[in-house]
């Protein structure tokens, strides 16, 4: 891919992420696309800021709302208008949020532009010169608002000044500030005092890349710095070309690009982006940077081996949660339906019949099955993904219970307090989504009892119109999430319990063993009867 070419691969780990509009008119579609980008398995969803614009929501507080829906998505603004939010209060901020949401948040931050909006809003009008020049003093100031060690924050700049304020608090994580830049002097700010490059597709096309490359690594070097510490992300538009990720891997390894943002508000583009565009980019960074190649029909049974055969990790989520004697092996009611074959699909990972109450919420052998009339797939790559996708965010549910057990262990054992205990489950994918299709309908639907009433981003709807025969399955699927919802309620009422005296934790214990029996089931059952139909009808 690389021969006779001059190319500049810094060997930066890759990251894919969304780029959304905070469209005021559709605040929870816009929080729906924030959700979506982390079920899709993309790595970061990032927010313009133009806080002049009525019809957009402020982006720090969209962040935070996104932040607190999700667990492992990173969010940042792409990027901050500076001269509408101070630097010393803008650093509190973000920390704040970084704080927050467990070292999730990175600094997207520019020097400003649409000067008479700026200047409408209350904001100053500023030169391009003295608007790199401030940008250069917020950084500064910004860092030093995040350095706990100092004593002070003392900044005396043209543009900004502060003058012996404390500073903190500090971020949760080494936070990156990513400078959107264009011009020569911006990039030569971005090379001595940034942690990334954000740029836009729409305004340096990829011929420009190497030219603005070099200009951040010039100014880099001449500041003593390693240029290839600096993150080179940039924003692309969505294609539909079949080489998009080949021309993505292209940009990564003749560029350095190693953050792609896709522009948009898509669902579709969304979840393409992160089922297929960005696994597929990885592999073949990956393959030329080892020098190897990747047969992909064979890289989908090595990921689908490994995903589905305990065997083949060495350990079984069930089997793990089995390790503590169960109560009960009978009366757990019979397995998931086998009558329906999968072919060369994903294998969902059954219920191992294990019960540890002596509680049954619903009776198993009651729930109706899906039957397909349509002809058997063929289970292509892009199929398999689809059925894949559901398992491997269940399994993330299924990692979940264990820790919840581990968490009873160090409450009895004194080495967590309930509060704690309480916090930190609260904060697992399991409670944040109230239970719409697990942690996967948090993309799609709102509370099942309201079936989102934007029909096109909600998937039961989709499913129930694509086929009228998985009705039964989605109503029953419905009633166990109402179900579920209320054995969580259970829980935290038990950890409530536990504050008050030792007699709460026998309660607490009998919650959580209703709640492994119900998810241990219900996850099953789901995949099972819904595997299929995401790779035939897609999401929506």
Known sequence: MRQDRDVTDYGQDLQFGTFLTPDASRPDQVVELGLLTEAAGLDLATVQDHPYQARFLDSWALIGTIAARTSTLRLTTNVTNLPLRPPFVLAKTVASLDLLSRGRIELGIGAGAFWDAVVAAGGPRRTPKEAVAALAEGIEIIRATWDAARRSVRVYGTHYRVVGAHPGPAPAHAMEIWVGAIGPKMLALTGRSADGWLPSQAYVPPDQLAEKNARIDEAALAAGRDPGQIRRLYNVNPSTDPAWAEQLAELALVHGASTFIVAGDDAQVIQRFGSEIAPAVRDLVTAERT????????LDSETHATATDPSATGADGDAELSAEPPRSRSEAGPDVPRGRRLGDGPRPTPDDGVRRSDRRPWDDATRPTYAPSSAPLTWTAHERAS???LIDVHDHLRTELRQLFDLIDQVAAGAVDAGRARSLINAMTMRQNDWTLGAYCQSYCRLVTTHHSLEDASLFPH??????????????????????????DEVDRALVAVVSGPDGLPELRRAVDLLSDTMTSHLSYEEHELVEPLARFGFS
Do not use: K, Y
């Not at 020098?291 to 992909?296: E, I, L, N, T, V």
């Open 291 to 298: 020098g190897g190649s990747r047969d992909p029909d064979r």
């Open 387 to 389: 059925g894949q996708h």
């Open 463 to 488: 499913l129930r119109s694509a086929d009228v025969a998985l009705s039964p399955v989605i109503d029953r699927l419905e009633a166990e999430h109402h179900v579920i919802a209320g054995v969580l």
